[in-house]
Every structure is written in structure tokens, then in C-alpha cells.
């Protein structure tokens, strides 16, 4: 699945001649894009000749213009414009002028990954595509909505997904979904002929991968002894992840561990939102957050910046360089 309505559109061959993607969350956008260059291919015998376009670097009315340029061989034109919300309301006109006569055997795409659902009624246009099912909106996932997202990606793969082997591989993984599509498949490949997916079967494949190890050195920085932090660095290092990435996903959680500190608790759901996690990776940075003070949150958060200086300046050994940091981190 992408869009519903973009899924309705190719069932009934009702597509329209422009459509409007918006929203945050880009991996569902690029991956309806791509549902629809290949319904394209499959429903006119060929794969449309795509071209990419920035908004930045062309004019709105010039880039239209290109759809009655008809190619020499194809099946037509798919015709995308990233981050057309940069361009003045004045400019928008241009939409409605092709609307009113769309090119044949072309489809235009206009990606707008800064427009929010609030602001499609302020604009006319935006409205127009709105009311004429052109303008499809991608937002980040709520918290039950990623876990019903993440069973229905493992049917696709022929497994069925527990609940609490959901919880426990966005604990692990987060709430990106590319990178939560990404341990799924492993997980699906690592289950075999096996059709259920538990919580197990995702702790024994964490073992043998980067984003457990990342998350064991997360959570090992809230206990006081510093083995289990040198040992997740020792395997992520092992397993060939770059230095500055580790020093990247520490520094978010350190981020992430201070806004939660000047937030100073509140309702979960308001939490979760304002942080843009699930409520269950919610619990475990307010457990984690109890172990540390502000300051000494800003102090790591410093030590980190000293270490990339250091990785960037010195012909020092990048592990020596870490361990050297870990050593000085812990709850405080």
C-alpha cells in the first residue's frame, strides 16, 4: 500500500493528470512515488520517462511547460517537482492554468515536504487539488498507527508480527520508518520457515546488529559502570560502523535526554508528541532521563563535541578517541 486515494485512483484508472504529496514523512511520499512509476510502466506497457526537478532551479509555469514536450519513444512523462511550497503564492496560478488543459500522457508529482494539512485551505489552489482528491498527505505515524504499519509491512513479507515484537523492534530501531523497514526484512530473512514474529526472534537477531548495538550504547550511558559501554563501542566498532555516526546517535539521545529535561514531565501523549516518539520509547528516556542532571546532560553533550574535534584534528586512533569519552560519560 502507498495512498489510499492514490491506491483507489490506480484500481479504477482514475489517475489524475497532476497530484500534490505533502507531509513530513518522505519515506511513504518516495515510496508512493514509486507505486505509481510502476503502475504507470504496467498500465501503458512501458516505464514512463521520469524527470526530477528542484523548484529552486526552475520556474513553476517552465517546468509545466516541459509536460507538452511529448518524448520521442515511452509511454509518457512522469514529471516530479520537489519543495514547491518555496515558490510564491503568485506563482501558483501556473497549477490551475494546466489543470484547466493537463497534457496528454503525462503526470505531474509536485513534492511539498513543508506544507502542512493547515495550510491547504489557505491557499486556493492547494484547496483545489484538495477537493478534486489531488492533494495526498504523509505524516508521521502515531504510535499505534506505526505498530499496525509495521504488521502490515510483515505480511507483505509473509510473516505475522506480534504486537510486542513491534514494541520491541521500534525500542530498538526507532521511528524511522526506512530504517524500520530495513531490521524488518532482516528480521523476516532471520526467522526462516518460522511464520510468527516474536519478541525473541527480534532479541536474538538484535545481537548481530548495528542499530541493537547503538541502542545497548544509549542505554548503557545511564548506568554507572562504564564495561557495558566500552563493549557496545568494541561491537559496533567490530562491525565496521563509522565513528562519527556513533558520535551522531549519542549526541541525539543527549539532545533528546535535555529537551526532556525542559519539558519537566507532563502528560505522555503530550510528551510523545512534542518529542515525536512513541509513547514506549517515551518510558524508557524518562528512566533514563532520572539518572542524569541538566548539567551534567550539557557537559556530555560538550565532551561530544570535544571527541569530533579531536576525530577531525588528531592522528589519534578513533577508538582510543571514544573509549577516552565513554569513559567520562554516565549518569550523573
Not at 71 to 81: A, E, H, I, R, T
Request: charged residues 25%; positive net charge.
Amino acid at each position: 500500500m502507498s495512498h489510499p486515494i492514490l491506491e483507489r485512483h490506480l484500481e479504477r484508472r482514475t489517475l489524475r493528470p497532476l497530484y500534490l504529496f505533502y507531509g513530513e514523512e518522505e519515506f511513504l511520499m518516495h515510496r508512493a512515488l514509486k507505486r505509481l512509476e510502476k503502475a504507470l510502466g504496467e498500465q501503458t506497457g512501458g516505464p514512463p520517462l521520469k524527470v526530477v526537478r528542484e523548484a529552486q532551479e526552475v520556474d513553476l509555469s517552465e517546468f509545466l511547460a516541459q509536460s507538452r514536450v511529448a518524448p520521442l519513444w515511452g509511454s509518457g512523462q512522469l514529471l516530479v517537482l520537489r519543495r514547491v511550497e518555496l515558490y510564491p503564492t503568485a506563482n501558483l496560478q501556473a497549477i490551475n492554468d494546466y489543470l484547466d488543459r493537463p497534457a496528454p500522457r503525462a503526470w505531474v508529482i509536485l513534492l511539498a515536504e513543508g506544507l502542512k494539512a493547515r495550510d491547504l485551505g489557505k491557499n486556493p489552489v492547494w484547496g483545489r487539488l484538495q477537493r478534486e482528491e489531488s492533494a495526498l498527505g504523509f505524516f508521521r505515524l502515531r504510535e499505534g498507527e506505526l505498530y499496525q504499519w509495521l504488521a502490515q509491512e510483515a505480511q507483505v513479507l509473509g510473516k505475522d508480527l506480534t504486537l510486542p515484537a513491534a514494541q520491541r523492534l521500534v525500542e530498538i530501531a526507532g521511528d524511522n520508518l526506512s530504517e524500520l523497514t530495513q531490521e524488518l526484512e532482516k528480521l523476516a530473512l532471520f526467522a526462516g520457515a518460522e511464520k510468527t514474529l516474536t519478541p525473541g526472534l527480534v532479541a536474538r537477531l538484535a545481537s548481530h546488529s548495528r542499530t541493537y548495538s547503538i541502542f545497548v550504547l544509549v542505554e548503557a550511558l545511564g548506568e554507572p559502570s562504564v564495561q557495558k559501554r566500552l563493549s557496545a563501542l568494541d561491537h559496533l566498532l567490530d562491525l565496521g560502523e563509522p565513528p562519527a555516526k556513533i558520535l551522531g546517535m549519542l549526541a541525539r539521545q543527549l539532545r533528546l535526554l535535555i529537551r526532556f529535561k525542559e519539558t519537566g514531565g507532563g502528560a505522555p501523549p503530550e510528551l510523545a508528541r512534542s518529542l515525536n516518539l512513541p509513547q514506549g520509547v517515551l518510558k524508557k528516556l524518562a528512566r533514563q532521563a532520572s539518572r542524569f542532571s541538566e548539567g551534567a546532560l550539557r557537559s556530555h553533550l560538550f565532551l561530544l563535541h570535544q571527541t569530533d574535534y579531536h576525530l577531525k584534528t588528531s592522528t589519534g586512533t578513533p577508538r582510543l578517541w571514544l573509549e577516552w569519552c565513554l569513559l567520562q560519560m554516565g549518569p550523573g
